[in-house]
């Protein structure tokens, strides 16, 4: 139970990542008069997973973090990049910064469409979150570092490249006791934007791949493991989740092919 547990847990996190990595239009390469920075952001945000993400995936509620509004955020000489003001939703304090770079990678201090050759976003969560809904009772303490870079701004594709860091703690009181430990890694590498107008709205390349550890106490019982997951983009509605639970002699290995149009997805 505890290891099929562990597979859906595996599966809805990949799936939270990549739900949102669909294409459209307004995420396509720059007009020739702006830089649309609120485009931009939603697209590095719906392209990378969370700890949402990773709550959605165990079925806990989480309010969702409203987007970044780019014109509140004050930029800073000292760290070149543009300081967004911190929120709270349901217990988690979020702050974000942005930074605007050229293509030879230097800062800059305001978009320019000529030149804005990627944006990169600095994003930390922390804090912890009440869960009582449904019959579930309960708390997730949780601390969220996230780095994405998006590039090709000048170009009709956009990359998306970066890592994630998370460590969640969860104690459950209903409907039953339970605590969980989740140590997480993710690596999103090349994942490639379809350019704007292309039929085919999803990634055409690229990977997401997380690590993580997990120690799983309900009652007396105790067990630890990890997960080794890795995404695969195709420029289809269907990608390829690879997933590795365990180590050694007790490793065992599931490929799920996900359906990105209702989210669904068939194991073996």
């Known amino acids: 139970m505890k ?3 562990r597979v859906l847990v595996a599966l809805g996190v ?7 990595c669909r294409s459209s239009d307004s995420t396509g390469p720059s007009s020739a008069n702006t830089v649309d920075l609120s485009a931009l952001i939603a697209e590095i945000q719906a392209g990378s997973g969370g700890a949402a993400g990773v709550m959605a995936a165990n079925g806990f509620p989480i309010t969702a973090a409203p987007s970044l509004v780019p014109s509140s955020c004050a930029y800073s000489a000292s760290t070149q990049g543009f300081a967004c003001p911190t929120f709270t939703s349901n217990g988690l304090t979020i702050s974000a910064t942005f930074f605007l770079l050229d293509a030879a990678g230097h800062f800059q201090s305001a978009p320019d ?11 930390d969560v922390s804090g912890t979150t009440k869960l009582d809904q449904g019959g579930t009772s309960g708390s997730m303490t949780l601390t969220n570092h996230q780095d994405m870079t998006l590039s090709g701004l000048l170009t009709g594709t956009h ?8 460590h969640s703690d969860l104690t459950l009181t209903a409907p039953g006791p339970m605590h969980a430990v989740v140590d997480q890694t993710s690596v999103t590498a090349n994942v490639t934007m379809p350019t704007a107008g292309r039929s085919s709205p999803w990634p055409t390349s690229g990977t997401i791949t997380n690590d993580a550890s997990t120690t799983d106490q309900t009652g007396s019982q105790s067990v630890a493991g990890t997960i080794h997951s890795v995404l695969t983009f195709n420029g289809s509605s269907t990608v390829t989740i690879v997933t590795t639970i365990g180590t050694g002699s007790t490793a065992f290995t599931t490929t799920c092919k996900v359906s990105l149009t209702g989210v669904s997805a068939v194991c073996s």
């Not at 990949?14 to 949102?20: Q, S, Y």
């Not at 469409?113 to 994003?123: E, K, M, N, S």
């Open 159 to 166: 990359v998306l490249n970066g890592t994630a860091r998370m």
């Open 3 to 5: 290891s099929k547990r």
């Open 14 to 20: 990949g799936m939270a990542a990549i739900a949102g």
């Open 113 to 123: 469409p000529a030149t804005t050759a990627a944006i990169r976003t600095v994003t």
